[in-house]
């Protein structure tokens, strides 16, 4: 091969390769990284994102160079010349990329590994999915649940997840970790989060109408503010137990239901702010129980416990969750069935 040829090989393949890093490094392409597994996983982007690009720049020399080099002039109706290979060089595009994909799976695998491997004093909480929202529960508080995820920073994180109902995913895109949430299930991720802020999480699988809403919040704090909030459930959640069953009656604990529970994500109730519209409006359930000639608090329970026994017009089925007869304690469906028959009420003479 002459000297220029080489030249010109090496020149094209320094131009594209150029392109290709701008392209790769000068818009930010990521959200902020706020975990340490969202650092290895970064890293093992970046390694790939580079074979790529020294891959592209030869690709784009070879076919550039052929090209200008070896295309056929207007007047030329020659056959080409006969090729029988070369065995050098398929040696050499074998070895290549086996050698570069074998050096992925191994960084890879190690990353994967090292994200996994609990810190000491890992921190415990279960996540349950349902259509369409999430409830986070911490076994170091009594059991206290809420819809945001609050962690600590620089502890070892380890979330137990289940779902009520369909499959689900975990994502938060600053973790860069995404994990599946399948019934019958308990899955596992484990993240180790280093950056204070507040960060979305989503759910990464499609799972019905709500999908797009059911979405919340990490919030990452630091280890005293986590331990003084954690202190603070521990001891709602204790109070809560004890004084279950007398309860604050009457609307107030219903409207707690409510709000503990996805009802706002799909309903519109103006006693409750709520105005979700993938469901039907539930400062209608007078008219509507009439309609269902049926008497409003019972029309209320069974619409809860049994929903595809009666469905509105205009609304799909199969879409309400079926599992609030098991997940609702007895106490619970009562109070959020008088705050319902009330609310109802008031809106309907409203
Ligand atoms: Cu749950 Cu999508």
């Not at 369909?166 to 019958?184: S, T, W, Y």
């Not at 359930?285 to 595809?308: D, G, K, M, T």
């Amino acid at each position: 091969m002459r000297r220029g040829s080489i030249a010109a090989l090496f020149g094209i393949a320094l131009v594209a390769g150029g392109v290709a890093t701008a392209v790769a490094l000068v818009p930010t392409w990521l959200p902020v990284d706020a975990s340490r597994e969202g650092g290895r996983i970064d890293f093992v982007f970046w390694f790939v994102i580079a074979i790529c690009i020294a891959l592209f720049s030869v690709v784009v020399a070879v076919i550039v160079y052929s090209v200008l080099r070896f295309r056929a002039r207007p007047d030329d109706l020659e056959d080409g010349p006969p090729i029988h290979g070369h065995t050098g060089l398929e040696i050499t595009w074998t070895a290549i990329p086996f050698v570069l994909v074998t050096a992925i799976a191994i960084v890879s695998a190690i990353v994967l590994s090292r994200n996994d491997a609990q810190g000491a004093d890992t921190l415990r909480i279960n996540v349950t999915a349902q259509q369409f929202t999430w409830t986070f529960s911490y076994p170091d508080a009594n059991n206290a649940t809420s819809p945001v995820l609050f962690l600590p920073e620089g502890r070892s994180v380890e979330l137990y997840m289940r779902s009520l109902d369909v499959i689900h995913a975990f994502f938060v895109p600053q973790f860069r970790l995404n994990e599946d949430i399948v019934p019958g299930l308990v899955t596992n991720l484990h993240v180790t989060p280093d950056r204070l802020g507040t960060y979305p999480l989503i759910c990464n699988e499609l799972c019905g109408l709500g999908h797009s809403l059911m979405r919340t919040e990490a919030v990452v704090m630091t280890p005293d503010a986590f331990a003084k909030w954690l202190a603070k459930q521990k001891q709602e959640a204790g109070a809560a137990s004890s004084s279950s069953g007398s309860g604050s009656s009457g609307t107030s604990a219903g409207l707690a239901v409510f709000k503990s529970q996805p009802c706002a994500t799909c309903h519109t109730l103006s006693a409750a702010n709520a105005t979700g519209t993938i469901g039907p409006d539930l400062d209608k359930l007078v008219a509507y129980a009439q309609q269902a000639h049926q008497p409003l608090a019972a029309f209320i329970r069974e619409s809860i416990v049994n929903p595809n026994a009666y469905i509105q017009p205009g609304f799909p089925k199969n879409t309400m969750p079926q599992t609030f007869a098991q997940t609702l304690s007895a106490a619970q469906l009562s109070a959020l069935v008088q705050f319902l028959v009330q609310s109802s009420q008031k809106a309907s003479k409203g």
